[in-house]
């Protein structure tokens, strides 16, 4: 400050009237044209997400549904589709969803990691890594949907799985993978495993080239081996990242359906086990029941809502370290 | 600060829930055109005609006399008149069909002239859904200028019952009948029980007891007696007491023959005369009808054995099926013609209703060019005392003499809206009883489950004592 120039009251009158009149040009609003730009995104989202979400969750104190092609309601009922929800089996639904999640998850953060530390390994020399990466990544390029008829084919009593097994004298008869619990649901977890595994490798990849080689360097000198590297150095400094993906494949898992849904024919079979709380929510809407759909699917906002407010704190800390960090810039200058 | 971090987490929260919420609401605004179920006096240029499968765009394009020709892609249908037949096609899986057609039926009213829907097709599970008369979609035949007295005297009469609402007045009609009959393997019928005459197998099957004891014979033998558990499902749902729902009601009353048919089911599955618990239509169904499979017969009508049985045998296999009565007479599909209310083309669907399910003729050339089995009684009377007609597929044999005769048994007046879903949830809550996954009361209890999350308005389920 000590170079400014003269203070607004020690000029003269005249060249105070100029720079008042260069203050009020100075405050020409550019702003409108960021609200501009941003507004599509906005209308957008009022009009197609909004809306519909609290006529959802409006709709969930109604009685609301169709019959053959009646219409009954909106009735206001009150919170009686919530009480019928927890009076249904909604646990069995989401625990349902939560087993074959970590079945699928605990494979996929495990290959992930592996495969991760290999392809960043550069004492490997590993060839042809671009190639590996795209075809571990191709399974998330097929449709859900085609994924599971394929594996509901292979799988069926008189799929080629089946007769291969009666071929080479593991299986005496055909197993009926569907029909038994522990067959589909591991099924379904497979699939998911497959088609999310390269995703979670690629990510870890990059957090694990974000450390610094140095860190690395200064380790080996020190005469540590390959597993202490991975366990004491990579690890620790991958935690957010590895807290991150976990989050989002939680909420990934929580909205499950495509697979069990193809594979079951939206049934859930064997006993209603491969049920998920997605795929109850489409046997509601096939009656268009409005009523008991926008109860369930405020159950599911509030829980994924809850997990959206951990990965937004989890995020958040990580900002906050850099905030301060530029905050002490500001200081300096 | 906070401020913000509020609103950003408010967001990224409503974002995420933006994901789960995807299914806005439309209201169902009355379909009927208010008094005239037409939206106009003037014939209009485009006939939209809705349905699942290939099956009725095929009768229409082969055998209704006024086609002149189809586009290549099959989409569009030309008239001799120069009106043009507009196709639209979904399957029937999973309700796509019901679903799409339902709201398209939603916007009706206020859809363009040539984009209204001017006939759909209905099956027989669903039929009633869409001729109910407070819903009044579907137009009274007598409204297109059609006597059902007069003008369809030949027909079935179970199948213009089935089209009846509840006042009887007729609002849809069908050109074809589904007796069904018991299919079987000539091969074995005549390695195990030393015949494959139609009349003798019957006779060995005649009710459920010597169906069983032809079973156990057939085990012995190395073969099943049916491919999958549903098979005879609808034998013995056909022949209940009562409806699954009342009128008015809002009850599903299981019929003792249904808990039969799940009895029986399971003692013969575990007896080992059935092959299968995968359902109708899956990947072990297809082979279990091929050349080389162990199974001996399946219960169908004669589109069964045209459409399904047919392709999955092999057009070049060498003949070798037979069909003879089933133990019970019952009734398997049936495709209903249905004018909808707000069309512009009242004459055309007034002429194709009647060319198509009211001519004896065309009605002839149709059973005769697809072996499908059409709704005139004194036509299939005919063929079935026509010596000289004979199924190649069938080793010679005239179809028409078991088809004609069963149809005559027929009964079908116990059908409910919610027929459908009874069915499917049947076939899928039992499939696990069957694969010994849960107990008989667990299954009971999830095929209550499934009922009403599929009916809300179904209060409760009761079991026959």
Same mark, same amino acid.
């Given at each position: 400050?000590?170079?400014?120039?003269?203070?607004?009251?020690?000029?003269?009158?005249?060249?105070?009237?100029?720079?008042?009149?260069?203050?009020?040009?100075?405050?020409?609003?550019?702003?409108?044209?960021?609200?501009?730009?941003?507004?599509?995104?906005?209308?957008?989202?009022?009009?197609?997400?909004?809306?519909?979400?609290?006529?959802?969750?409006?709709?969930?104190?109604?009685?609301?549904?169709?019959?053959?092609?009646?219409?009954?309601?909106?009735?206001?009922? #009150? *919170? +009686?589709?919530?009480?019928?929800?927890? !009076?249904?089996?909604? &646990?069995?639904?989401?625990?349902?969803? %939560?087993?074959?999640?970590?079945?699928?998850?605990?494979?996929?953060?495990?290959?992930?990691?592996?495969?991760?530390?290999?392809?960043?390994?550069?004492?490997?020399?590993?060839?042809?890594?671009g190639f590996f990466k795209v075809v571990i990544y191709l399974p998330n390029l097929i449709?859900?949907?085609?994924?599971?008829?394929?594996?509901?084919?292979?799988?069926?009593?008189?799929?080629?799985?089946?007769?291969?097994?009666?071929?080479?004298?593991?299986?005496?008869?055909?197993?009926?993978?569907?029909?038994?619990?522990?067959?589909?649901?591991?099924?379904?977890?497979?699939?998911?495993?497959?088609?999310?595994?390269?995703?979670?490798?690629?990510?870890?990849?990059?957090?694990?080239? #974000? *450390? +610094?080689?140095?860190?690395?360097?200064? !380790?080996?000198?020190? &005469?540590?081996?390959?597993?202490?590297? %991975?366990?004491?150095?990579?690890?620790?400094?991958?935690?957010?990242?590895?807290?991150?993906?976990?989050?989002?494949?939680?909420?990934?898992?929580?909205?499950?359906?495509?697979?069990?849904?193809?594979?079951?024919?939206?049934?859930?079979?064997?006993?209603?086990?491969?049920?998920?709380?997605?795929?109850?929510?489409?046997?509601?809407?096939?009656?268009?029941?409005?009523?008991?759909?926008?109860?369930?699917?405020?159950?599911?906002?509030?829980?994924?809502?809850?997990?959206?407010?951990?990965?937004?704190?989890?995020?958040?800390?990580?900002?906050?370290?850099?905030?301060?960090?530029?905050?002490?810039?500001?200081?300096?200058? | 600060?906070?401020?913000?971090q509020v609103i950003a987490l408010l967001m990224s929260v409503l974002m995420g829930a933006?994901?789960?919420?995807?299914?806005?609401?439309?209201?169902?605004?009355?379909?009927?055109?208010?008094?005239?179920?037409?939206s106009s006096d003037e014939e209009g240029k485009v006939i939209n005609i809705w349905t699942?499968?290939?099956?009725?765009?095929?009768?229409?394009?082969?055998?209704?006399?006024?086609?002149?020709?189809?586009?290549?892609?099959?989409?569009?249908?030309?008239?001799?008149?120069?009106?043009?037949?507009?196709?639209?096609?979904?399957?029937?899986?999973?309700?796509?069909?019901?679903?799409?057609?339902?709201?398209?039926?939603?916007?009706?009213?206020?859809?363009?002239?040539?984009?209204?829907?001017?006939?759909?097709?209905?099956?027989?599970?669903?039929?009633?859904?869409?001729?109910?008369?407070?819903?009044?979609?579907?137009?009274?035949?007598?409204?297109?200028?059609?006597?059902?007295?007069?003008?369809?005297?030949?027909?079935?009469?179970?199948?213009?019952?089935?089209?009846?609402?509840?006042?009887?007045?007729?609002?849809?009609?069908?050109?074809?009948?589904?007796?069904?009959?018991?299919?079987?393997?000539?091969?074995?019928?005549?390695?195990?029980?030393?015949?494959?005459?139609?009349?003798?197998?019957?006779?060995?099957?005649?009710?459920?007891?010597?169906?069983?004891?032809?079973?156990?014979?057939?085990?012995?033998?190395?073969?099943?007696?049916?491919?999958?558990?549903?098979?005879?499902?609808?034998?013995?749902?056909?022949?209940?007491?009562?409806?699954?729902?009342?009128?008015?009601?809002?009850?599903?009353?299981?019929?003792?023959?249904?808990?039969?048919?799940?009895?029986?089911?399971?003692?013969?599955?575990?007896?080992?005369?059935?092959?299968?618990?995968?359902?109708?239509?899956?990947?072990?169904?297809?082979?279990?009808?091929?050349?080389?499979?162990?199974?001996?017969?399946?219960?169908?009508?004669?589109?069964?054995?045209?459409?399904?049985?047919?392709?999955?045998?092999?057009?070049?296999?060498?003949?070798?099926?037979?069909?003879?009565?089933?133990?019970?007479?019952?009734?398997?599909?049936?495709?209903?013609?249905?004018?909808?209310?707000?069309?512009?083309?009242?004459?055309?669907?007034?002429?194709?209703?009647?060319?198509?399910?009211?001519?004896?003729?065309?009605?002839?050339?149709?059973?005769?060019?697809?072996?499908?089995?059409?709704?005139?009684?004194?036509?299939?009377?005919?063929?079935?005392?026509?010596?000289?007609?004979?199924?190649?597929?069938?080793?010679?044999?005239?179809?028409?003499?078991?088809?004609?005769?069963?149809?005559?048994?027929?009964?079908?007046?116990?059908?409910?809206?919610?027929?459908?879903?009874?069915?499917?949830?049947?076939?899928?809550?039992?499939?696990?009883?069957?694969?010994?996954?849960?107990?008989?009361?667990?299954?009971?209890?999830?095929?209550?489950?499934?009922?009403?999350?599929?009916?809300?308005?179904?209060?409760?389920?009761?079991?026959?004592?």
């Amino acid at each position: 400050m000590e170079n400014a120039p003269l203070r607004t009251e020690e000029m003269p009158t005249e060249t105070r009237k100029e720079v008042s009149v260069m203050n009020t040009r100075k405050k020409i609003d550019y702003s409108k044209w960021g609200y501009i730009f941003i507004a599509p995104f906005f209308i957008c989202f009022f009009i197609f997400s909004l809306i519909p979400l609290v006529d959802t969750i409006r709709y969930s104190f109604f009685q609301y549904y169709t019959t053959g092609l009646k219409e009954v309601g909106p009735n206001f009922t #009150g *919170i +009686s589709n919530y009480v019928e929800l927890f !009076a249904s089996d909604l &646990g069995k639904y989401t625990w349902n969803t %939560f087993i074959m999640w970590i079945i699928g998850f605990v494979p996929q953060i495990i290959i992930a990691l592996i495969l991760a530390a290999w392809f960043t390994d550069c004492r490997l020399k590993i060839h042809g890594k671009g190639f590996f990466k795209v075809v571990i990544y191709l399974p998330n390029l097929i449709m859900a949907s085609a994924f599971s008829m394929l594996f509901f084919t292979l799988f069926s009593e008189v799929g080629p799985i089946n007769s291969m097994m009666m071929q080479l004298g593991f299986f005496e008869k055909p197993f009926k993978f569907l029909a038994s619990v522990g067959g589909s649901r591991s099924l379904v977890a497979i699939m998911n495993f497959l088609m999310w595994f390269g995703n979670t490798t690629i990510m870890l990849m990059a957090a694990i080239m #974000g *450390i +610094s080689p140095d860190i690395f360097e200064a !380790a080996e000198i020190d &005469g540590c081996n390959n597993t202490q590297r %991975f366990f004491k150095i990579t690890l620790p400094l991958i935690k957010p990242i590895l807290a991150y993906s976990l989050i989002t494949s939680l909420i990934g898992g929580l909205q499950m359906f495509d697979v069990p849904q193809i594979l079951t024919g939206g049934k859930g079979t064997p006993d209603r086990t491969t049920m998920t709380l997605i795929m109850f929510l489409n046997q509601h809407l096939k009656a268009r029941n409005y009523g008991m759909a926008g109860a369930l699917s405020v159950y599911l906002f509030i829980v994924s809502g809850i997990l959206c407010a951990i990965v937004y704190r989890m995020m958040n800390n990580e900002s906050d370290y850099g905030e301060k960090k530029s905050k002490k810039k500001g200081e300096r200058s | 600060m906070k401020n913000k971090q509020v609103i950003a987490l408010l967001m990224s929260v409503l974002m995420g829930a933006g994901v789960l919420t995807g299914c806005g609401s439309a209201s169902m605004a009355s379909t009927g055109a208010g008094g005239s179920y037409f939206s106009s006096d003037e014939e209009g240029k485009v006939i939209n005609i809705w349905t699942w499968n290939e099956e009725f765009r095929n009768r229409v394009t082969d055998y209704y006399p006024e086609v002149k020709e189809t586009s290549s892609d099959g989409t569009v249908t030309t008239l001799k008149d120069g009106t043009e037949i507009h196709w639209t096609i979904n399957p029937n899986q999973d309700g796509v069909y019901q679903d799409k057609l339902d709201e398209a039926l939603k916007q009706q009213a206020s859809a363009d002239q040539d984009d209204k829907i001017d006939i759909f097709l209905a099956e027989t599970d669903y039929l009633v859904k869409y001729i109910d008369k407070d819903i009044d979609v579907a137009i009274p035949l007598k409204e297109l200028g059609i006597d059902p007295e007069s003008d369809l005297y030949d027909q079935y009469k179970y199948t213009k019952d089935a089209a009846c609402d509840a006042d009887g007045v007729q609002r849809a009609t069908s050109w074809q009948g589904c007796p069904g009959v018991f299919i079987y393997r000539r091969d074995i019928a005549r390695e195990v029980f030393g015949t494959d005459d139609p009349d003798e197998v019957h006779a060995l099957i005649a009710d459920w007891d010597k169906y069983n004891e032809a079973a156990e014979k057939l085990k012995e033998a190395g073969y099943y007696m049916n491919s999958s558990t549903i098979d005879t499902q609808r034998v013995y749902t056909n022949n209940t007491k009562a409806p699954w729902v009342e009128k008015g009601s809002t009850t599903v009353k299981v019929d003792e023959n249904v808990v039969k048919w799940i009895k029986d089911t399971k003692e013969n599955l575990d007896k080992g005369y059935i092959h299968t618990t995968d359902g109708q239509w899956a990947d072990t169904w297809n082979k279990d009808q091929g050349a080389d499979s162990k199974v001996f017969g399946f219960f169908g009508p004669a589109w069964f054995v045209d459409f399904t049985l047919t392709p999955n045998y092999g057009e070049s296999a060498e003949p070798n099926w037979g069909i003879c009565e089933s133990p019970q007479a019952y009734n398997w599909g049936g495709s209903f013609i249905v004018g909808c209310s707000g069309t512009d083309n009242k004459e055309h669907i007034k002429d194709i209703m009647l060319s198509l399910t009211g001519n004896k003729d065309v009605l002839l050339d149709i059973a005769k060019g697809t072996g499908d089995f059409t709704n005139t009684q004194s036509g299939m009377k005919e063929l079935s005392e026509d010596d000289s007609f004979k199924s190649e597929f069938l080793c010679g044999q005239n179809p028409y003499k078991i088809y004609a005769p069963a149809a005559e048994n027929i009964v079908m007046d116990k059908l409910s809206p919610y027929d459908q879903g009874c069915v499917e949830a049947l076939g899928n809550s039992f499939g696990d009883y069957f694969n010994d996954k849960v107990d008989f009361e667990k299954a009971k209890e999830n095929f209550e489950t499934t009922i009403k999350e599929r009916y809300p308005d179904i209060t409760e389920v009761v079991w026959p004592e």
